[in-house]
């Protein structure tokens, strides 16, 4: 089982609908979760840290379940702007800053 | 305030020819990490450094890849010799400390084409 698992996508998204997606990790000593956006031929930028009380911000909210250890994103009223591959990253456990970036989620917004 | 900068942007070489990428990090930041991310992957770390000591070089083919920080800043990653399978994006990324909540900034990458 790899370390790190995100659902490919695409995910075809009608302009102004929602979307969610998950992110599964195996490590259940990881501590810190983040969201990053990667356009094409981009290199991934920081959409948001994901708190253990969850975290919004504008249009877009990150959950975290240690339970069943995935972290999730949910984009709310999508904008063709938002259509790119959503990369999560997790901490390996220990508290400094290894991280661990799943494949990436791609998320096409259509008009 | 300037990001990270990292070059080539491209390269094109044939296998078993010699390759190496270079990255300046944000001024200040004392972590610095080499990711190779294949085409439908996310980032793969290759290597990561604090200040101009390295802290994980687990999943670094050393056989063939090394890397160095020397005074700290600025670092070069080289391949040698480099093989097909290396064809990839090689980014480089900095963060201000070794604490994991710190968010890790990436330079644009070096695209590589090994032939």
């Known amino acids: 089982r790899k370390e790190v698992e995100q659902d490919p996508g695409p995910f075809n998204v009608p302009e102004g609908a929602t979307v969610a997606f998950n992110c599964t990790y195996s490590?259940?000593?990881?501590?810190?979760f983040f969201w990053y956006r990667q356009d094409c031929r981009k290199e991934p930028k920081l959409l948001m840290s994901?708190?253990?009380s969850g975290n919004e911000d504008g249009r877009f909210t990150a959950q975290l379940n240690r339970a069943s250890q995935y972290i999730s994103l949910l984009i709310r009223d999508s904008k063709l702007s938002d259509s790119a591959t959503y990369l999560c990253?997790?901490?390996?456990?220990?508290?400094?800053?290894?991280?661990?970036f799943g494949a990436g989620t791609q998320v096409v917004v259509t008009p | 305030e300037a990001g990270v900068a990292q070059s080539p942007r491209y390269k094109i070489i044939e296998k078993r020819q010699s390759v190496a990428f270079w990255c300046n990090p944000i001024?200040?930041?004392?972590?610095l990490y080499w990711y190779q991310q294949i085409l439908g992957q996310g980032p793969k770390l290759l290597i990561q450094?604090?200040?101009?000591?390295?802290?994980?070089d687990s999943q670094l083919p050393k056989d063939r890849f090394s890397a160095e920080r020397l005074k700290g800043v600025d670092s070069t990653l080289k391949i040698q010799p480099a093989k097909l399978e290396d064809s990839a994006v090689y980014l480089c990324?900095?963060?201000?400390?070794?604490?994991?909540?710190?968010?890790?900034?990436f330079g644009p990458g070096t695209r590589l084409t090994v032939l």
């Open positions: 001024s200040g930041h004392a972590t």
């Open positions: 990253a997790v901490n390996i456990g220990d508290s400094w800053g290894k991280f661990q």
């Open positions: 490590n259940s000593a990881s501590q810190s």
């Open positions: 990324a900095s963060s201000p400390t070794l604490v994991a909540s710190d968010e890790q900034f």
């Open positions: 994901v708190y253990s």
């Open positions: 450094f604090q200040n101009n000591g390295v802290v994980d």
